[in-house]
Each structure stands twice: as C-alpha cells, then as structure tokens.
C-alpha cells in the first residue's frame, strides 16, 4: 500500500518535470539549459555563478559547466568577473540573452501562477506541508544510515 502511495507522489513530480522538459524542447533547449534562464531571470539582479546554479539545480559542475560554454557560443550569455570576489565568474545575459529568456520565462512564470491560482489555499498549504514532511523524513532516515558508515548528507 505505502509503495504505491510513494510511486503516485514520484509520479505527480515527473508530471511537472515532464511540463518543463516539453516547453524546453519546443524551445530547442534541454531542461538544464532552460532552468539556467528560468534561475537567471528570476534573481532578477542578484549575481549568479555556476557554483549557484550547480546548487539551485542540484546539477553536477560538468553538466552546467558544459551547459555555459554552448550558451556562451550563442551570445545569450557573458562571463563576468565577479567584483566581490575576483576568482569567480557571474554569468550575465546578454539584450539578446535578455530577450530571449523574457520570451521564454515569463510565460512559464504565468502558466505556473495560473496553475497554483486554480488551487484553492488550503489545498496547497496541505501540499507543501505533506511534500516537506515526505523529503524531511526521508533525509532523515537515509542520513540515518549513512552515519552509520560515518557519512551524511
């Protein structure tokens, strides 16, 4: 019984991943490449590096490494010095890269506030609060058994 439960909230996740995948694609982009622009335009003015990204993505260095150079070639996006700390580099885009990420996001951001507006409050505070709960709890028993093996998460 819990194994099912657990396999319909995996599937729900893999539903609005699919949504992602489907509108990167019919934008000749990769998931990973879209998020980039969908983590870029939403910081608004906030510096962000590759290490952030990495982070924000729970992407591996190689894969968002990658990523940068072929957005790079495109002339959407720069690499700039970081001026609060000179040995990293902020990526920056470009009018082009501005442009295209607008034309891009900010419809997926309004889908998005359509999609959570057609859900009534209570239901998506349930939502959050039974997602959370599910991954607190299972950080926590995994954590729990690699401190046995003297790691953690």
């Known amino acids: ?36 622009y969908y983590v870029i335009l939403e910081s608004g003015n906030r510096m962000i590096t590759q290490k952030d990204l990495c982070t924000q993505l729970d992407a591996p260095k190689t894969s968002i490494n990658s990523i940068i150079k072929k957005q790079l070639k495109t002339n959407r996006i720069e690499m700039e010095v970081n001026p609060l700390n000179k040995r990293e580099k902020i990526i920056v885009l470009t009018e082009e890269g501005k442009q295209f990420a607008e034309e891009l996001i900010l419809p997926l951001f309004r889908y998005e506030e359509d999609a959570v507006s057609a859900i009534l409050d209570n239901d998506l505070e349930i939502a959050i609060s039974v997602e959370n709960k599910f991954a607190d709890n299972l950080l926590k028993k995994v954590n729990q058994k690699l401190k046995k093996k003297g790691e953690e998460i």
């Open 1 to 36: 019984m819990s194994r099912e439960k657990i396999n319909l909230i995996y599937d729900a996740v893999k539903k609005v991943n699919r949504a992602y995948e489907v509108w990167a694609s019919n934008h000749g982009l990769t998931l990973y490449e879209m998020q980039i």
